[in-house]
Structure formats: structure tokens, C-alpha cells
């Protein structure tokens, strides 16, 4: 077994579970999969945080967004364990428990203008996906067809001269093509699984799978239930046939995990994997299953820091 392996997380709502549960990141609350005891012990080396702002009406969104970059300059002013990634010189990878948080705004609902845009950054902001499931002024989400927007043309010709990642997860089949096309930057895909294994509208087909890859970019593996199998109680071995899966047809540069915690109820996550810091088991799950130890590496960060090392500014 590897020693010291770093380890990223490409999706974490952990702002959105702390403002929407009214709860303190130091919890021992065992509702919550994120706290900042188990994040602490979790061996992460990154994390995507998310700013998440779809669950509240609309003319409260860019409020919310506001909001929840407020509680992470909290968590850096009351945890020295905490770091903000801006730029890859920030990425610490020999520092150990050091936990350095990169911005995701998963769907681009708080952003008004391109005026937004270019604040948000100013706060970190470094990944963004253009919608959640629905449909908003820039794209069409998972639950409805459609394609790209005028809007979402313009964010992303914004986003490629400020060298923000689009993040392809949650998009429609059409909207996801016309993103792809449009972005001049690795693309990613911070947390979805393959529509093959499991046929849900949020899944990706193999030719969506292999168009990341193909741009050099990353999918991650995303830890909901619902994404993974169509099974009323979901295991480690179903997390490892989609790993596999991925695998066999992203390639092993292009995969990595995104684990959506706390992005919803506890119970809709696989057995086993009930608090952040039980995401290493996943690592150790693929060690005794003898996948090969270069392959691993790659899935626990190098894939997602060859895309940071080329993205970010």
C-alpha cells in the first residue's frame, strides 16, 4: 500500500450543506458527511468547494453566492489547515495536512452579467458549470432538452480569456455538445458516472465520455446512489464496476473522483462511505484490487493537476 498519496476531490458542497442545514463545519452531528474533524482526518490534498445556489428562488441567487464565499473566508481565517487555490503555485503537494480549497460554482445562476463574472473571479472563482438540472439564461440542464444559449456562448468566450475550467457535468445532451465546442480550455466533468452502467438523464454516453478525454480533459466519479446503480442499497463494488467502466472508456489520464458529499442526504451514498473522511476507501478498494499503483495516482490527482497545470492561470 502507498504511503502519502495525494489525494483531490473534484466536488464537495460543503458551503451550500453549511448555510442550508443552519449548521457550523465543526459538527459532530452524524448527518453531515462533511466536518471539519473528518475532513481533517480524510488525507484530501484539494478540494473542489462548490458555490451552489439553485435550491433557493431565483432573485436570492447571486445573494446566496455571495453568502457562501463569505463562509469559506470564514474557514480560512478560523482553520490554518485551510488554504485558497488561485493559481497552481498555490497547490501544495508535500505540506502535509494542508487542505487547499479551489472554487466550483456548480451552474451559473448567481452570475447576472458578465460584470459577476469577472467579481466572482476576483474571489477565486476558477471552475463553473453553466446550469444545475434546469434550464437558466445560459444552457438547458439534464432535465430538459435543448442547446446552448446566446448567453452561454458569451459566458464561455468570458470564461476562456479569464481562464475559468467549464465543468460539463449537469448539462443536457445538447447543450453539452455546443459547450464542448465552445470551450478553449481542458473541459471537465467534476462528478458524473456513465449512462451505460446506469441509465439516468444525469449520466454520460460513451460519446460524451470519450470527447472529454479526447480534449484532454477529466470525468469524476460521482458517489450518488442514484448515478451509480439502480439498486435500492449501493456497495464499494458498484463504485468499482463504474471506476472500471470509466476506465475502459475515458482512458487512465482522464479519470478522477468527484463525490458530490453532502450534496444530498447521507443514506444516498454508498454503504461504507458515510463521512468525508471515508473517501479513502475508495483508494484502498482499488489497491486490493490490484489495480496498478501508476493508474491510481493518476485517479487520485495527477490526472485533475496535468488539467489545472495547463488551465489556470
Not at 439534464?142 to 460539463?168: C, F, Q, V
Request: aromatic fraction near 10%.
Amino acid at each position: 500500500m502507498k504511503k502519502n498519496r495525494f489525494f483531490i476531490d473534484c466536488h464537495q458542497d460543503i458551503a451550500y450543506s453549511i448555510r442550508a442545514n443552519n449548521r457550523p463545519l465543526d459538527t459532530n452531528d452524524s448527518r453531515y458527511m462533511i466536518t471539519l474533524k473528518e475532513t481533517l482526518k480524510s488525507k484530501l490534498g484539494l478540494i473542489f468547494s462548490t458555490i451552489f445556489v439553485s435550491h433557493v428562488k431565483r432573485e436570492k441567487r447571486y445573494r446566496e453566492a455571495i453568502l457562501q464565499f463569505k463562509e469559506y473566508e470564514k474557514i480560512f481565517k478560523n482553520c490554518t489547515s485551510f488554504y485558497k487555490v488561485k493559481k497552481n503555485k498555490d497547490i501544495n503537494l508535500k505540506i502535509k495536512n494542508k487542505i487547499g480549497l479551489l472554487f466550483l460554482m456548480e451552474g451559473a445562476d448567481a452570475i447576472r452579467n458578465l460584470s459577476d463574472l469577472d467579481m466572482f473571479y476576483d474571489k477565486g472563482l476558477r471552475i463553473l458549470g453553466l446550469t444545475w438540472n434546469k434550464e437558466n439564461n445560459y444552457a438547458f440542464g439534464a432535465s430538459k432538452s435543448g442547446p446552448l444559449k446566446k448567453e452561454g456562448h458569451k459566458l464561455i468566450e468570458a470564461m476562456n480569456k479569464k481562464r475559468i475550467t467549464l465543468d460539463l457535468s449537469h448539462l443536457s445532451y445538447k447543450s453539452f455538445w455546443s459547450a464542448i465546442n465552445s470551450t478553449k480550455l481542458i473541459p471537465i466533468a467534476t462528478h458524473s458516472n456513465s449512462y451505460f452502467l446506469r441509465r439516468h438523464k444525469r449520466n454520460l454516453t460513451v460519446s460524451q465520455l470519450k470527447a472529454i478525454s479526447n480534449k484532454g480533459g477529466t470525468t469524476g466519479i460521482v458517489l450518488y446512489n442514484d448515478f451509480i446503480a439502480n439498486k435500492s442499497r449501493v456497495f464499494m463494488d458498484d463504485v468499482f464496476n463504474q471506476f472500471s467502466y470509466l476506465l475502459s472508456k475515458c482512458g487512465e489520464d482522464h479519470i478522477a473522483l468527484g463525490s458530490d458529499i453532502d450534496g444530498a442526504p447521507i443514506q444516498d451514498f454508498p454503504q461504507g462511505i458515510r463521512k468525508s473522511s471515508d473517501l479513502y476507501k475508495i483508494i484502498e478498494m482499488l489497491e486490493k484490487k490490484r489495480v496498478r499503483s501508476k493508474i491510481i495516482d493518476k485517479f487520485a490527482s495527477q490526472n485533475i493537476l496535468r488539467v489545472l497545470k495547463e488551465n489556470l492561470a
